[in-house]
C-alpha cells in the first residue's frame, strides 16, 4: 500500500507500530534468540513516522482519487493606516 501511495498515512502508522514492537521485544529476548538489530528497527519506525508525516506525494493513488490539498496561509495582522 505504501508503494503505489494508497492510504499512505494508515500503512505507514501501521510500520511504525510494527517496527516499534520489533525493536522493544528485542530487549525482552534473551541473549541466545536476540538476532534483531534494534537500531535498524528504530531508524525504520523513524523513517514510517516521517512518511505519516509527510503524506502520500503527488504522484500518488491518494492524490488521484481524493485530490491534491493547497494549503492557503493567511497573511499576518496588518497594523491600521495611518
Known sequence: MIF???LT???SAAATVGYL???VSSFLMTAANNHVSTSTAF???AMSAALVLLGPGAFSLDARLFGRREIIIPEGRRSPPR
Open 4 to 6: 503505489i501511495g494508497f
Open 9 to 11: 498515512p494508515a500503512a
Open 21 to 23: 514492537m520489533r525493536g
Open 43 to 45: 531508524n525504520l519506525a
